[in-house]
């Protein structure tokens, strides 16, 4: 990893060593720099999760990426600045079906910095723009909306709010058990092709904004997202790779094909 090159990358200036300004900084830059997204699979592009691999398209190539590519490399860059990281497995409950992933759906980060446990996740669409302390029962207020931290039966669940005190919308549940990145191959391929998977049925990619909005490309439609607010508008086909460009500084070289189909509910994971 060429570390200066990363941080380019990602808009990222200043000190880079292991403390919680750094780690906000750095999350909240890849937020607003780095696209969460699925337009691999429409252009045909088998995703590997070999790091130097993800690195020459998240870095070099200037792409977007899912959650194995995007906290894959983010835990590689933390792990190489001197950072005490842990990747652990969640299950994403599925706005579109109301359902969870199986297990091993999704990979978010954990940093233990001064005694202290801190959730890092730069993919996701939905994500915090900076970490969220590991804290049970408790709000926690960004510029992106309010987010909850629960825990169950050693089963973690954040969620996010409109309101304070109000039971909100559930996210994602998690464990803190730790994972390998290779642990999640066999899940990095279904969701290159299930019908239970958002990111084969619809072609999208979506970036973070200063304001913690939320500026989003799918299918045939550009979508700017503020909280529970949104804004939609009609896309052609040929409109779409100068969108891509312009929006999210995004150059697809592959024939691309835009989709979005509805979701299949997977079998029996409620």
């Known amino acids: 990893m060429d570390v200066s090159q990363y941080l380019l990358r990602i808009g990222y200036k200043g000190p880079a060593q292991p403390s919680l300004e750094t780690l906000r900084r750095l999350h ?20 590997s999760l070999t790091l130097p691999l993800l690195y020459d398209k998240i870095v070099r190539c200037h792409r977007d990426g899912f959650c194995y590519e995007l906290n894959g490399l983010f ?45 890092c996740d730069v993919g996701f669409g939905e994500a915090f723009l900076e970490p969220l302390e590991l804290k ?3 709000e926690q207020v960004q510029d992106g909306g309010i987010f909850w931290l629960g825990n169950k039966g050693g089963v973690w ?5 409109e309101v304070p005190g109000k039971d909100g919308r559930p996210l994602y549940q998690f464990t803190l058990e730790e994972k390998k990145l290779e642990d999640f191959a066999d899940m990095c391929l279904y969701h290159q092709t299930s019908p239970s998977s958002i990111f084969p049925c ?35 086909s040929s409109e779409i790779p100068a969108v891509l460009r312009e929006k999210f500084g995004i150059q697809l070289e592959r024939d691309f094909e835009p989709k979005d189909e509805k979701i299949m509910p997977p079998p029996e994971e409620g």
């Open 157 to 161: 669940v954040l969620e996010r709010r």
């Open 28 to 47: 909240r830059c890849h937020l607003l720099s780095v696209p969460f997204g699925s337009l691999s699979i429409h252009c045909g592009e088998p995703i």
């Open 202 to 236: 619809k072609s999208f990619c979506s970036l973070h904004q200063e304001d913690g909005g939320r500026l989003t490309y799918m299918g045939w439609r550009l979508i700017s997202t503020m909280g529970e607010k949104r804004t939609e508008t009609p896309l052609q």
């Open 75 to 119: 835990l590689w860059l933390l792990q190489t600045l001197g950072f005490d990281t842990k990747a652990v497995s969640g299950r994403v409950r599925n706005r579109f079906t109301g359902h969870y992933g199986p297990p091993l759906d999704h990979m978010v980060i954990l940093v233990q910095l001064d005694g202290r446990s801190f959730l």
């Open 136 to 138: 049970p029962d408790s």
